[in-house]
């Protein structure tokens, strides 16, 4: 008996997709194409840097749009860096504004990236500056379960 071929076998080709995309594809009803092609659209967001030196991982997120720290939260648990919170638009909506294009994203936003190396939490540092969320951490065994202050440049 020949053994049913999966639909989604193609998908897995394309060179920009990873395991998250394959993963989310998992709570999708199909035959919608509308939900795959959707996710297709949205790509990941916020867009992250990792990058690693000999004695440091620096996260470098572009979340321009920020009007406060509280705006972001950054968790440390272990290897995983999660960085969630809310874009909201700074323009005003009066009756008599109409917004004719929108590409800038708003909206809630969640991310959750593995690091490279092991850190220290204790030694991070979070700046946000002209849109850029960049977070430091020196390289060594970290904690578990921390959440930095980020400080907030205008």
Not at 25 to 54: F, N, Y
Not at 115 to 137: D, M, W
């Amino acid at each position: 008996m020949a053994r049913e071929r999966d639909p989604l076998d193609a998908l897995k080709n394309i060179p920009y997709l990873d395991e998250d995309f394959f993963k989310d594809l998992a709570g999708i009803e199909l035959p919608d194409p509308t939900g795959i092609l959707g996710r297709l659209g949205r790509g990941k967001w916020p867009p992250v840097d990792v990058v690693e030196t000999a004695g440091e991982v620096i996260v470098t997120a572009a979340i321009p749009g920020l009007h406060q720290a509280g705006d972001v939260r950054v968790e440390l648990n272990g290897s995983t860096l999660r960085l969630e919170g809310e874009v909201t638009s700074g323009l005003q909506l009066l009756p008599v504004v109409k917004v004719h294009q929108q590409e800038r994203k708003q909206g809630k936003f969640s991310r959750t990236l593995t690091l490279p190396a092991a850190v220290n939490s204790k030694s991070a540092r979070a700046t946000y500056q002209r849109g850029l969320l960049e977070i430091r951490f020196l390289k060594q065994a970290g904690t578990q379960g921390e959440t930095l202050t980020i400080e907030f440049f205008k």
